[in-house]
């Protein structure tokens, strides 16, 4: 059973991976259909990425769905950060090998090489932000589809401690902006994220 904390790490660095996504497609492109080749090499290109999000989870022992409030931020070439503002205050960063989860009830500081399933998702998540197709082959199975006016990045984990808890990664957007991230578990646990970017460069 993944703890509450990893979780919430996941789907941070999901959120950026995918904020990073947005960079795709600039106002020149085509209508033409696009590849994984092409999304990874425009994603090379991202520096910086900031946006807002709101995520409504449903957790399958409950009845009651969780709805989180935040920002989100990516700074090449490892840096990763999930500040929630509602319903209470945490923030989650990942910079290299380290994460520090705050808290209302404190701080907590962890080494990503203490949780291998993280540890694999982060670099998966790193080699997406960085353009690196083969760094991402090694951990899922990669599906585009769609044109500019709607595309989907489908990511399937085959990493066997990935896999144990998130059955697929679901990413859509419209033209150049990506506005919704769908995380399926293997708990049965959901989580929709909408996304509005504010700067990305």
Not at 5 to 18: P, S, V
Not at 40 to 56: D, P
Not at 94 to 110: A, F, K, Q
Request: hydrophobic residues 45%.
């Amino acid at each position: 059973m993944i703890s509450g904390h990893r979780r919430r790490a996941f789907n941070a660095l999901c959120a950026i991976a995918a904020i990073a996504a947005g960079e795709l497609f600039g106002g020149g492109a085509s209508a033409q259909a696009l590849d994984a080749s092409e999304l990874l090499g425009t994603l090379a290109r991202v520096a910086h990425s900031t946006a807002t999000f709101e995520e409504t989870r449903t957790i399958a022992a409950l009845t009651a769905l969780i709805v989180r409030r935040g920002t989100l931020r990516y700074v090449r070439p490892d840096q990763l950060e999930m500040v929630v503002t509602a319903p209470a205050p945490e923030r989650i960063e990942i910079s290299g090998d380290n994460v520090t989860m705050e808290s209302r009830s404190g701080t907590r500081r962890v080494r990503l090489t203490q949780f291998p399933a993280a540890a694999v998702w982060v670099e998966s998540v790193r080699a997406t932000l960085a353009g690196d197709q083969q760094a991402l082959l090694r951990y899922f199975r990669v599906r585009v589809t769609g044109r500019i006016a709607a595309w989907t990045l489908e990511l399937t984990p085959f990493d066997n401690e990935l896999a144990d808890v998130v059955n697929r990664i679901v990413i859509t957007g419209v033209q150049d902006l990506v506005n919704r991230i769908e995380i399926d578990e293997r708990s049965g646990d959901r989580s929709v994220m909408v996304i509005t970017a504010n700067d990305r460069r």
